[in-house]
């Protein structure tokens, strides 16, 4: 073991986790049949996709190294895709998950079977719907142990639980996006946030749906934490509790203790959490908070908060003890956003190296934001979006990205991309301008089906800009297929003669999504090392829809074991 990796063993301690009935690698296997399931939340009742009718959805508990076999059985009137969000598929696009990209949905009645390995990776991932908005129920946690016998670089937990971060709307959010998108406009927000599905007391109609976390004094609860929320980036603290940070997107991190966690939609953070050493010290109530982390203009996000309870056992009686709210920061407190961010390091020692590109094959500079479009129809059409003659839209470097009717990845296994996609995705802006000051005159954005096409094993530089065009924003980018090394973030516009001197080559941190700065870029690298179609995109669900996304086509290598998998039998037809 190296002695970096040791020292911090020794230090946090050694955890060696049960064995699971099957020594070394195994095979897990799951049915998701999808349905709807009438779910009560603030005095309001919906019919709602679940899977096997729970809300939030079953667990999938498998180790490092394991093959994963899901059957999803749709039996809703949506189609339907579940994406694995996080996991590698290294060769395995097929199972990926989101529609139109690596598959054609699910149909009513119809099943896909997902099939897929864990490639080391080791923490909490979590799967959901990748279709439209139906992720807003349609989710749930992924939890991937070390593989047998090998110890964990921190703490022992008594017990490990998810917190999956969510919203509910009282509508369907389905209908919402539907309106949205007819009539230009942004569209209504969530109603509550929830907690493993509960909104908790702070929400009217909601005292008894409220998730109650039961610790015993001094014992050491890892928490998995999942944003699994469909436009909110979310701060979460629990009262009078320290936080200690040791695994992000399913990779370890050097730990450090935090009083605040800020997770966007699509990551998640495993965080230590010691309960008080006696039952007397802890005679509170204590309650887990989480409320957005919200840069955009006002209105457009749900500005509410939700919350939990941390109880001691014997609880005794809750409502004669006091009542601990934890301080969370300013929705827009940026400075926070970036000191956390700054925190976050990779272990980067010989059992969990580092492997950041150094050079680089592929530069790219994505410029990220919204814009506008003229609404349909004759020139004095009306609709509401930022001016009464334009609508909401969103791009990467002015392409807002038009979902094909065809997957991506079967036009590109067959070889006929022609009518589907075109492989000129610009490297850059085509018409650079000071993109975090004064917006151009002309905000309207283009439309196209394109891509970027990368050689095997191409090591990729993007940097993401934030624009200030119709107000900067924070964005968080998800990349399917490759985990991917921050290499350097900041304010302002990103300088390419300044800051990659200051780039962090030795132990950046790794993960599958990062948020970028409101007015500010964040730079990151990969190697191209996995075959197949590879969807990015903003996971605020609202910036997808309005084009917020982009894929890259990655080329087969000259080795057997370098070349995408032919596709399943069972690979769902358009």
């Known amino acids: 073991m190296g002695a970096r990796c040791l020292a911090l063993l020794l230090l946090h301690g050694t955890l060696l986790l049960p064995q699971l009935p099957l020594a070394g690698a195994a095979t897990r296997y799951y049915t998701f049949n999808v349905k709807l399931q009438n779910v009560t939340r603030l005095c309001n009742t919906r019919a709602i996709p679940t899977v096997n009718g729970k809300f ?200 450090f203790d935090t009083d605040v966690v800020l997770i966007t939609p699509g990551q998640t953070t495993n ?123 969103a791009s990467i470097n002015n392409v807002s990205f038009d979902m094909p009717t065809t997957a991506l990845l079967q036009a590109h296994y067959t070889g006929q991309s022609a009518g589907v996609y075109t492989a000129d995705f610009p490297a850059s802006p085509l018409e650079p301008f000071n993109y975090t000051g004064t917006p151009p005159n002309n905000t309207n954005v283009s439309n196209g089906t394109r891509v970027v096409v990368l050689p095997y094993n191409a090591s990729v530089e993007v940097v993401l800009q934030d624009t200030s065009i119709l107000g900067a924003e924070s964005h968080p980018l998800h990349l399917h297929g490759f985990d991917f090394f921050v290499v350097g973030q900041g304010t302002g516009n990103y300088d390419p003669s300044k800051h990659p001197a200051e780039f962090n080559l030795v132990d950046p941190v790794q993960r599958n999504t990062v948020g970028v700065p409101a007015g500010g870029w964040v730079a990151i690298r990969f190697f191209a090392d996995n075959p197949g179609v590879w969807f990015m995109h903003c996971h605020l669900e609202v910036h997808t829809t309005w084009g917020l996304k982009m894929a890259w086509v990655v080329n087969d290598g000259p080795l057997p074991e370098q070349k995408l998998m032919p596709p399943p039998s069972d690979l769902p037809m358009c």
């Open 271 to 393: 965080v230590l959490l010691r309960a008080k050493p006696t039952a007397e010290a802890a005679g509170a109530t204590h309650l887990m908070m989480a409320r957005p982390y919200a840069t955009g203009r006002p209105g457009t996000y749900d500005n509410t908060t939700v919350a939990a309870v941390l109880e001691y056992a014997p609880p005794g009686h809750i409502k004669s003890l006091p009542l601990l709210r934890p301080s969370l920061p300013a929705l827009n407190d940026t400075a926070f956003a970036a000191g956390f961010a700054a925190k976050l390091r990779s272990l980067a020692c010989p059992d969990y190296p580092s492997n950041v590109p150094r050079r680089v094959d592929k530069p790219f500079f994505f410029a990220v934001g919204l814009g506008t479009t003229p609404c349909p129809g004759s020139n004095n059409q009306t609709c509401q979006g930022p001016t009464n003659t334009t609508k909401f839209t």
């Open 56 to 255: 939030p959805g079953p667990k999938i508990v498998t180790r490092e190294g394991d093959r994963v076999v899901v059957k999803v059985v749709n039996n809703i009137k949506d189609n339907i895709t579940i994406h694995w969000h996080g996991v590698r598929q290294m060769r395995t696009g097929w199972s990926d998950g989101p529609a139109y990209v690596t598959q054609c949905p699910i149909q009513t009645g119809q099943s896909y079977v997902y099939n897929f390995t864990i490639n080391g990776q080791r923490g909490t991932l979590f799967w959901h719907a990748h279709v439209s908005w139906l992720r807003s129920t349609l989710y749930g946690p992924i939890i991937i142990l070390p593989k047998a016998g090998l110890p964990l670089p921190f703490t022992e937990p008594h017990k490990d639980v998810p917190i999956i971060f969510g919203e509910w709307f009282n509508a369907d959010p389905e209908a919402i996006v539907a309106q949205a998108l007819q009539t230009g406009g942004g569209p209504n927000v969530s109603d509550a946030y929830t907690i493993n599905g509960l909104p908790g007391p702070l929400y009217n109609c909601s005292s008894k749906d409220t998730f109650r976390l039961k610790v015993q004094p001094g014992k050491m609860y890892l928490l998995r934490l999942i944003n699994a929320a469909l436009n909110d980036e979310l701060f979460f603290s629990v009262a009078n509790h320290t936080l200690t940070v040791v695994d992000v997107d399913a990779s370890y991190v050097k730990p």
